[in-house]
């Protein structure tokens, strides 16, 4: 929709009022002019909404002020970056090399026996203590520590990765 003939003048005569007006808020010339030029766009946009006969200045300042505490809420959410540190702190991980390495864990965990498989799932992740598991599995306590130590050691095998504090030269502890 077209704006009035009356709304399309007082548009070109308010702008060095509305210069003025978004100067003495942001102080910025640059700035004053986005306001400035934002203010015309969003009036011409919604010159239907504009009644004619009523203050067209004052539609138009409440517009600006408006859009200038709209522009300023949002830099307070934003941060300068000049050099682009704080851009380089939010890179995110890639994460494809997490989801390969819990496929990789649910393949070894498969090829473990039942029981220790039972007994790694109950100790390691859901977090049963070894009388928990001992009563959930109906065996002794040292049964589960021995089937947990059991699938432990095979899961490392299977991985290929070097028990934490193990020493390959030790007896029994290498291939």
């Not at 003939?5 to 308010?14: F, I, S, Y």
């Not at 050691?153 to 502890?173: C, H, Q, V, W």
Request: aromatic fraction near 6%.
């Amino acid at each position: 929709m077209t704006p009035s003939d009356e709304v399309r003048k007082g548009l070109v005569t308010a702008i060095p009022h509305l210069r003025a007006f978004a100067m003495s808020l942001c102080g910025r010339s640059a700035l004053a002019d986005d306001l400035v030029q934002e203010t015309l766009t969003k009036a011409w946009a919604k010159a239907d909404s504009y009644q004619d006969g009523t203050n067209l200045m004052a539609w138009l300042f409440t517009i600006l002020r408006n859009e200038f505490y709209s522009h300023l809420r949002k830099r307070k959410r934003e941060v300068e970056d000049v050099d682009g540190a704080e851009a380089a702190r939010l890179v995110a991980v890639p994460g494809q090399l997490p989801n390969l390495e819990l496929g990789d864990f649910r393949n070894a965990l498969a090829q473990l026996p039942e029981d220790q498989r039972e007994a790694i799932i109950l100790v390691g992740a859901s977090g049963f203590s070894y009388e928990e598991a001992a009563g959930v599995m109906g065996c002794a306590v040292g049964t589960v520590k021995s089937r947990l130590s059991r699938a432990r050691a095979r899961l490392t095998e299977i991985m290929g990765d070097e028990p934490i504090g193990s020493d390959p030269a030790a007896p029994g502890m290498g291939a």
